[in-house]
């Protein structure tokens, strides 16, 4: 009995597990029906939405011709584009480089170079230049200004490894003008100097009528007045933009 017993019960727990069994398959069926049957209705919801997109999308940036009352009422251009200064008697590039390098300009970098160079001097005394053969400072003028920015406009037509070698002698890389134009030190000397703005007008940073152009200001002033004087542009002007960023710490970049 008791075996007959067990082995009843083994059955009836084995009949139990199957119909279990069964139940459960029966239940993951109908569930995978159901969310296939859902995968499949979202998919065609992605599709016909990703179809209305892109038709949307191509009638959006489809071009059509400008008619009509779209059409923006651009005001008529009536400038004269050229040069607004009698040019027939020029002769070389020297007469329209004069045009926007003035006297004026020439008079503010030989004033304010030898201010600064005199200031400098009163507080250190001579040059700090050790060199035995470094010239004294002898105040510039309009003509000498004029040769030095001749021979750094020069400098970007012509170029050496280093700035002594404008002026060297060697016969394979010698540049002979530079010596004949103006010597090697006193470039040196006016380019130590050479300074655009009067240091004892700088005003402090947190006054209201602060500067950050003052150290080119007067220069600046004096290429504006310049450029409006001499030249009408055209109509349609294109500024130039970087392409890769800056990184440098000037704020009006």
Known sequence: MPWKYLAQMEIENVMKDLDAENYDDSDSECEDELENSILEDNSEVDLDTSTNFIENL???????????????????????VGLKVDSSNYKNEYDFFKLLFTDEILSVLVEETNRYASDILNIHGETSDKRKHAPAW????????????GLVLLMGHIEKDSLQDYWTVNDLIETPVFRKVMPRDRFLIILKFLHFSDN?????????????????????ECFKRAFKEVYDPTENLSLDGVIIKFKGRVIFK
Do not use: H, Q
């Open 58 to 80: 191509e009638s959006l940036f489809s071009w059509k011709d400008v008619e009509g009352s779209e059409a923006k009422n651009v005001l008529p251009f009536l400038g004269k």
């Open 200 to 220: 004892s007008l700088k005003e402090c940073r947190d006054s209201p009528t602060y500067d950050r152009l003052w150290k080119i200001r007067k220069i600046f």
């Open 138 to 149: 002898k105040p510039t003028d309009n003509n000498e200004i004029l040769k030095f920015l």
